[in-house]
């Protein structure tokens, strides 16, 4: 099912920015689909943006629209999510996915404080 590393997670102050990234391997990263979910401490997983295997094709939820941008480069077998203008509301821990697979990263931290 593969192997995916986050990283970029780190502490910001509010209205600050912040690039994660998701390095994948041990499949073929241009046909996949994946996902970037975050969870908050004692809150349940929450689904932040979905990027196809057309680049073209993304989805986002309520929170992340506007603020967030995931995109991918399949030379770099690498997923991303560009976060803007963050609050507070989005310290968590997140989490790329592989879309449709048990496939997950260890999660990277972002903490955000002033």
């Known amino acids: 099912q593969g192997h995916l590393v986050e990283s970029g997670g780190g502490l910001v102050q509010p209205g600050g920015s912040l690039t994660l990234s998701c390095v994948a391997a041990g499949f073929t990263f241009s046909c996949a689909a994946f996902q970037w979910f975050r969870q908050a401490p004692g809150k349940e997983r929450e689904h932040v943006a979905t990027?196809?295997?057309?680049?073209?094709?993304?989805d986002y939820s309520a929170s992340a629209k506007g603020r967030f941008t995931i995109s991918r480069d399949n030379r770099k077998e690498t997923v991303y999510l560009q976060m803007t203008n963050l609050n507070p509301e989005d310290k968590a821990v997140y989490y790329c996915?592989?879309?449709?697979?048990?496939?997950w990263g260890q999660g990277t931290q972002v903490t955000v404080e002033s």
């Open positions: 996915q592989r879309m449709n697979y048990d496939t």
């Open positions: 990027i196809y295997s057309t680049h073209t094709l993304t």
